[in-house]
């Protein structure tokens, strides 16, 4: 058996599509597309074609914004930081509203401005492991300037109400960021439907390379510049544009739409496959219900078997799995999800991830079925606790 991969969540192989639309742009085609020669003219083609299909992907409109950066956590931080400079600095809307389930980009710079007098509500979900747009409601005050909720959880999969969540951010005139790296390539994200202000998206999430994101600003939501340069993206991100990582997250995108379908159908076939065999384990908590996950999502709690020996056990047959956020691996503290719905400080250290992509084949399942169940028995018959 060759490795399996079921860490979809922290990243993704690129598509051999994707690899074959960027290669040209390393070998012949690597002209800097500032420049007035022929090398910088003939690729500047290609890169409206890809914004065109980045434009296409998430459904933005001709007037607003579409950023290139270099990942999510950089549009995450020039949204936090920018709206510091931009809105709570100088007046009297200091607060922000974000969740506990936040990436550790997020939380971080909401904690780096609270050393400058921001206050931040930090919600915690509820028993099912939720954020409900009652919750933001009842956060918001007439100082709140910005409130930032992710599209979908990175452990769970839980997809969490944003259009709900948006609708109460319109009314009461606050702006609304939404961290959709775990949505684009699971979800349909069409912001002609649903208003956010700001969106940020990184390329490895759906089959494109690593070091290149993306950043939406809605026309009429000004935000200034992170880095400071050139006058690269209309001077909102300075920094020579990587052409190459561009085509291709603009053919990741479009490929993710294309089988939207395949990843609710199919991908979603394999994780009911998967959870419908963990649950025949006794004493297991599964986080959220499946209709309310995206389709390649199962975090999983087995009591008496910590989180990181069922990793160790999985990893030595060749299956690669996490217990949660590689962002936040080296962290030794409870999920706050598991923490959040209840669970006792024991099994909230037993969470493990597993996530699917397109490419996960039911031969790679059934191994891991047999694995799991194999590595559990092992475990739990030397826990002192179980």
Known sequence: MERIYLDNNATTIVDPAVRDAMDPFYCHMYGNPNSLHSYGIEVRPYMHQAMEQLYAGIGARDEDDIIINSCATEGNNTVILGFYFNLLKDTRKKHIVTTQLEHPCIRESCRFLEQHGVKVTYLAPDHDGMITARMVKEALTDHTALVSVMWANNETGLILPIKEISEVCKERGVYLHTDAVQAIGKLKVDLKDVHVDYLTFSAHKFHGPKGIGGLYIRNGASLPPLLHGGEQMGGRRAGTVDVAGM?????AMELANTHLAYENTEVRRLRDKLEDALLKIDDILIVGKRELRTPN???????????????????????????GSACASESLEASPILTAIGADRELAHTGVRLSLSRFTTEQEIDFTIYTINKAVTRLRSFSTSY
């Open 297 to 323: 999502t199962v975090y999983v709690s087995i009591r008496g078997v910590e989180g990181e020996a069922l990793i160790w056990d999985l990893n030595q047959t060749g299956i690669a799995a996490s217990t």
């Open 247 to 251: 085509v291709a997250m603009g053919k």
